[in-house]
């Protein structure tokens, strides 16, 4: 049966009170994500991820019912792999992620947008004298509310709310940060519903990262490297914090989501949604005020201000963030990069999903002169609403152009095989076995055959992959030297790097540096990435095993190998990537690194004296000549004994061929990982696109007043709430069925699963949403409308 992994990389724009239905669609990525993982996992294990079946809400039972559907075709694990955000996104990102990565509920953050997100628990306390000079301007502010926003807007309770709300200060943002910053305290806090958190729903060996977006109001000077004068200095004010949790081994997620990091992540939360006008910028002041008010501690306080922020304690004290959507609103080039170096342990079919709630209207054209905007409607559009607006076209084009080269990479692979299976066939022994030795000297003599082969063309993949190898140990000397403000002088060290690399190869006694035993000492000694890659090449041959082909003479795969085997080369990607995080390291590296930049801060001489004995450093506490013999034993011993003999010498011969390979593809990708040629396809989760229970004239509450309107009515914020959930469920099913196969169900079944969720979705919520009955009520007879068939089913199951 073929195995399928749907990977999901998600973007969630901002979008002030658009907030409330983005996190409608959070609830149900989470419910797929959980049904998918927790059905395999039992299927696996016999059990499900240790506790049972009653602890699957409707929905999620649901969602299972449509993959045991389509089980007959494909067994599809649905698995996110990154999530960026801004603004009200980032928000709703940040708490997905971290139920994510540890298997916890957001029924705590429902409420907390329900009942908290109205504006008469946002604002701040109004009294003294500005208070009561303004109830003078009351009857005005009546007459205002009824003659220009009686037709747009029909609530008494929001009429009501809005005029209490232009009561409050003049001038001053209304709203609270110090509230909203204690509510998400609390809702992160109730996630666990004081237990441990129970497991993860990210994959044994994969990583879950999120990106938020954050306006650094002062700015971080960022020195650029010229000709004449020698560098400029420019203010950098765009912030993308970058959060991650990796499944190591079963029980252990390395993650920056647990409890103790709630603190940082609030900060972030608070940060990206701190929109212009209605919160007051951000703070540390702030935060650490209602930290002291709660009881509560911050542990990372310090790296977190350091090395995510860029502050010191001198300018920590007067630094402020304000709304991410200012500098970037859309964050899709933080995911489309990450998600192109993700791994998958089955077939893969990778969708960007991006959740935009106020899609642009189609409008139909309007004769007559154009009106020119007045002098506050610039202001305001130069401030918030073109930024928030700004086209996602470049992105996507960037995406398409990678979708064509992964499809041109892998025809190319697929055609290069056979003269590769060739040259390395005749590197094997033929009657007798492989051992770690032998396997070490085929992998050798292969790629000194492969570059040989190479001819000139070596010279431009020698030459980009030392210059990747200078960026990546740059990145490492600034992380673990400690030193403040290291990030700045980045670009300096990776010029002594390339200029200790380049004397390198021009003193080579191979006028190609294929076979210069100091070129090839340096990179057996520092190029984990090309080990990375080749361990993931050889993961991309175990793939195809999976495919079982009736017709061919090799025996049924035994799937139970084949992932422990897969497993074990996904922990040595695991050993090599943990080299390039800065806790590998101890003291002796992070003083040498300090030392180094100290003497590039200073412009001395010495630092290029330091560059060798540093790289000998790093030599001795990466061990790679360790790893590649465990490897080769792994490769040589461990995979005889887990497969048959045709596949085990297929796996041998991708393990020892690489080098062919990475000479092709490499110098086209000039990134880590290509054992994932896969197109990314781009889907829209809105109001617009989930069209199987849309009605004419159907809208979101809260893009009344500017996208503030679910702040100033309760039922308002359950109708989005809900209707993020019911689109978000609409469109997953698609997604789901679109990664299977189109035609892979018969469209009765594909109904009967529609309905199903649809009905879970209004059974959970019945209870919640007191405000809204005749929505809930009209919601139910919609869907048994369209779907009269099978709505009986459900309330029959």
């Known amino acids: 049966?073929?195995?399928?992994?749907?990977?999901?990389?998600?973007?969630?724009?901002?979008?002030?009170?658009?907030?409330?239905?983005?996190?409608?669609?959070?609830?149900?990525?989470?419910?797929?994500?959980?049904?998918?993982?927790?059905?395999?996992?039992?299927?696996?294990?016999?059990?499900?991820?240790?506790?049972?079946?009653?602890?699957?809400?409707?929905?999620?039972?649901?969602?299972?019912?449509?993959?045991?559907?389509?089980?007959?075709?494909?067994?599809?694990?649905?698995?996110?792999?990154?999530?960026?955000?801004?603004?009200?996104?980032?928000?709703?990102g940040i708490m997905l992620a971290r139920a994510i990565a540890h298997d916890l509920p957001l029924e705590s953050h429902s409420r907390m947008w329900l009942?908290?997100?109205?504006?008469?628990?946002?604002?701040?306390?109004?009294?003294?004298?500005?208070?009561?000079?303004?109830?003078?301007?009351?009857?005005?502010?009546?007459?205002?509310?009824?003659?220009?926003?009686?037709?747009?807007?029909?609530?008494?309770?929001?009429?009501?709310?809005?005029?209490?709300?232009?009561?409050a200060r003049w001038f001053s943002p209304p709203f609270s940060g110090e509230r909203f910053i204690g509510w998400m305290l609390d809702a992160c806090k109730n996630m666990e519903k004081g237990e441990e958190p129970k497991g993860s729903l990210i994959p044994r060996g994969q990583t879950l990262d999120l990106?938020?977006?954050?306006?650094?109001?002062?700015?971080?000077?960022?020195?650029?490297?010229?000709?004449?004068?020698?560098?400029?200095?420019?203010?950098?004010?765009?912030?993308?914090?970058?959060?991650?949790?990796?499944?190591r081994t079963p029980g252990f997620v390395d993650s920056e989501f647990t409890a103790d990091n709630i603190p940082e992540l609030v900060f972030a939360a608070r940060a990206t949604s701190s929109f212009p006008g209605a919160f007051p910028p951000a703070t540390m002041s702030e935060m650490e005020r209602v930290l002291a008010r709660h009881g509560e501690t911050w542990d990372n306080r310090e790296d977190f201000l350091t090395q995510r922020l860029c502050l010191t304690p001198e300018t920590m004290s007067n630094h402020c963030f304000v709304d991410g959507s200012v500098v970037m609103n859309k964050p899709f080039a933080p995911v489309i990069n990450v998600i192109e170096d993700r791994p998958a342990a089955r077939e893969v079919a990778r969708r960007l999903i991006y959740v935009d709630p106020a899609p642009v209207e189609l409008m139909e054209g309007k004769g007559g002169p154009i009106e020119l905007p007045?002098?506050?409607?610039?202001?305001?559009?130069?401030?918030?609403?073109?930024?928030?607006?700004?086209?996602?076209?470049?992105?996507?084009?960037?995406?398409?152009?990678?979708?064509?080269?992964?499809?041109?990479?892998?025809?190319?692979?697929?055609?290069?095989?056979?003269?590769?299976?060739?040259?390395?066939?005749?590197?094997?022994?033929?009657?007798?076995?492989?051992?770690?030795?032998?396997?070490?000297?085929?992998r050798k003599d292969a790629t000194v055959t492969a570059f040989e082969q190479a001819g000139f063309a070596f010279l431009n993949y020698q030459s980009l992959k030392l210059h990747a190898l200078a960026e990546r140990l740059a990145g490492l000397t600034?992380?673990?030297?400690?030193?403040?403000?290291?990030?700045?002088?980045?670009?300096?060290?990776?010029?002594?790097?390339?200029?200790?690399?380049?004397?390198?190869?021009?003193?080579?006694?191979?006028?190609?540096?294929?076979?210069?035993?100091?070129?090839?000492a340096l990179l057996r000694g520092l190029d984990v990435d090309y080990r990375i890659r080749r361990l993931r090449f050889v993961i991309r041959k175990l793939n195809g095993f999976y495919n079982y082909q009736p017709s061919s003479k090799l025996p049924p795969p035994n799937t139970g190998a084949?992932?422990?085997?897969?497993?074990?080369?996904?922990?040595?990607?695991?050993?090599?990537?943990?080299?390039?995080?800065?806790?590998?390291y101890g003291g002796r590296s992070r003083k040498q690194a300090e030392e180094f930049l100290k003497a590039v801060e200073a412009g001395s001489s010495t630092a290029c004296e330091q560059v060798v004995p540093l790289l000998n450093g790093y030599t001795h506490m990466m061990g790679l000549t360790d790893l590649d013999r465990l490897q080769d034993e792994l490769f040589a011993e461990t995979a005889r004994d887990l497969l048959d003999a045709e596949r085990h010498a297929s796996l041998l011969r991708a393990y020892i061929g690489f080098g062919f390979y990475?000479?092709?593809?490499?110098?086209?990708?000039?990134?880590?990982?290509?054992?994932?040629?896969?197109?990314?396809?781009?889907?829209?989760?809105?109001?617009?696109?989930?069209?199987?229970?849309?009605?004419?004239?159907?809208?979101?509450?809260?893009?009344?007043?500017?996208?503030?309107?679910?702040?100033?009515?309760?039922?308002w914020r359950e109708h989005d709430y809900l209707w993020g959930r019911l689109n978000a469920a609409d469109r997953l099913v698609s997604i789901v069925l679109s990664a299977a196969g189109e035609g892979t169900l018969p469209q009765p079944q594909v109904n009967q699963a529609r309905a199903r969720i649809f009905l879970a979705i209004l059974e959970e919520e019945r209870e919640n949403l007191s405000q809204i009955p005749e929505e809930l009520d009209r919601v139910d007879d919609l869907i048994r409308s369209i779907y009269p068939d099978f709505a009986h089913v459900t309330e029959e199951v």
């Open 211 to 247: 990106f938020v977006t954050i306006t650094d109001y002062n700015g971080v000077k960022r020195r650029i490297l010229l000709d004449d004068p020698a560098y400029v200095e420019e203010w950098d004010h765009r912030r993308i914090l970058n959060f991650h949790a990796v499944h």
């Open 662 to 715: 990475d000479l092709i593809t490499f110098p086209v990708l000039q990134r880590n990982d290509f054992s994932e040629v896969t197109e990314i396809l781009v889907d829209r989760i809105s109001p617009r696109d989930a069209s199987s229970l849309y009605t004419e004239g159907f809208d979101l509450k809260g893009k009344a007043l500017n996208a503030f309107g679910a702040f100033f009515n309760r039922g």
């Open 374 to 442: 007045g002098f506050f409607r610039v202001i305001l559009a130069s401030l918030a609403h073109i930024p928030r607006n700004e086209p996602i076209g470049d992105d996507l084009k960037e995406l398409e152009q990678n979708n064509r080269r992964s499809r041109w990479l892998s025809q190319l692979i697929d055609a290069a095989g056979p003269m590769v299976e060739q040259a390395v066939s005749g590197l094997l022994p033929k009657r007798r076995a492989v051992t770690a030795d032998i396997l070490s000297k085929c």
């Open 478 to 520: 600034a992380r673990i030297s400690e030193v403040p403000g290291a990030h700045t002088y980045e670009e300096t060290v990776l010029g002594h790097y390339s200029q200790h690399f380049t004397k390198l190869t021009a003193e080579s006694t191979d006028v190609l540096g294929r076979t210069d035993p100091n070129v090839v």
């Open 115 to 167: 009942e908290n997100a109205d504006v008469t628990r946002l604002s701040r306390p109004q009294t003294g004298l500005s208070r009561y000079l303004k109830i003078s301007v009351s009857p005005v502010l009546d007459r205002l509310v009824s003659s220009r926003l009686n037709k747009q807007i029909e609530s008494a309770e929001t009429r009501e709310k809005l005029r209490q709300f232009m009561q």
């Open 1 to 92: 049966m073929k195995e399928i992994e749907l990977r999901l990389a998600l973007v969630l724009y901002g979008g002030v009170s658009l907030a409330i239905y983005m996190h409608g669609v959070s609830r149900e990525i989470l419910n797929l994500v959980r049904a998918s993982s927790y059905r395999l996992d039992r299927k696996a294990n016999g059990s499900l991820n240790g506790g049972t079946i009653e602890e699957l809400t409707p929905v999620q039972v649901a969602f299972q019912d449509l993959l045991d559907l389509l089980s007959s075709v494909a067994d599809i694990r649905v698995v996110v792999d990154a999530i960026a955000g801004a603004s009200a996104g980032g928000v709703n």
């Open 562 to 584: 084949l992932d422990h085997m897969k497993g074990l080369l996904y922990e040595q990607i695991d050993h090599l990537t943990w080299r390039w995080t800065e806790r590998f």
